[in-house]
């Protein structure tokens, strides 16, 4: 199973962003999909996750602002950056909870993706 994210770029403050990130491979379900972001000199961080069912979570910096959402027939997760800040400057990685058939089962695990990089310029 492989994650391809895609979408990032340079954007002046305030604009957008649109991330998307990919799963392929021979996989049987995926459960959680979320993004995560980790700026120069500090620990990674959850911004949002989204259930295979249910509603979407964020962290509260950027609530109102970014939009997490999946379109299950194309394994994909997408993230909408609105109004975008400085501080918003980081490299972005899609995780996914993928389940795969194996001799034993079902083997659930997460995966990430390679990480694409957002600068916003003020």
């Known amino acids: 199973v492989q994650l391809q994210a895609s979408g990032g770029g340079l954007v002046q403050a305030g604009g957008s962003l649109t991330l998307a990130c990919t799963a392929s491979?021979?996989?049987?379900?995926?459960?959680?999909m979320a993004w995560y972001r980790q700026a120069v000199e500090k620990q990674r961080e959850l911004v949002a996750t989204?259930?295979?069912?249910?509603?979407?979570a964020y962290a509260d910096s950027v609530k109102g602002r970014f939009t997490i959402s999946r379109d299950n027939s194309k394994n994909t997760v997408y993230l909408q950056m609105n109004s975008l800040k400085p501080e918003d400057t980081a490299v972005y990685y899609c995780?996914?909870?993928?389940?795969?058939?194996?001799?034993?089962?079902?083997?659930?695990?997460?995966?990430w993706g390679q990480g694409t990089l957002v600068t916003v310029s003020s």
């Open positions: 491979g021979t996989i049987y379900r995926i459960n959680d």
């Open positions: 989204i259930p295979s069912g249910g509603s979407a």
């Open positions: 995780n996914a909870r993928v389940g795969t058939i194996q001799a034993m089962g079902v083997v659930w695990r997460d995966y």
